[in-house]
């Protein structure tokens, strides 16, 4: 199973910026989809970007425009480029793994990392 690690959370004042990474194991990190989710106190998981095998990325509304995800398929790595922060942006970001670019079978979810805005 492949397993996945975020870093980069962190407590940033609003406007700031901050870049999260996903760092996953295994040698077949390209041909899967990633997303990134977040949570929020007393909220249900939301879906956030997503980044085909081929590049394609979708975004929520809530953050189009303001967040950029990117993969580096060398590094086994997905990158969630978060600016022009928000307090409402506040909420524990998770990364996925997709089964394929067409399913929603989630196979791997990461520990999660903190992200906090300040107003």
């Known amino acids: 199973q492949v397993q996945l690690v975020e870093s980069g959370g962190g407590l940033v004042r609003a406007g700031g910026s901050l870049r999260l990474s996903c760092a996953a194991s295994g040698r077949t990190f390209s041909s899967y989809a990633m997303d990134w989710f977040r949570q929020a106190p007393g909220q249900e998981r939301e879906s956030i970007a997503q980044?085909?095998?081929?590049?394609?990325?979708m975004y929520a509304d809530s953050v189009k425009g303001r967040f950029t995800i990117s993969r580096d398929n060398a590094r086994y790595t997905v990158y969630l480029q978060m600016t022009s922060l928000k307090p409402e942006d506040t909420a524990v970001y998770y990364c996925s793994l997709r089964q394929s670019d067409s399913s929603n079978r989630v196979l791997s979810w990461g520990q999660g990392t903190q992200v906090t805005v300040s107003s």
């Open positions: 980044i085909t095998s081929g590049h394609m990325t």
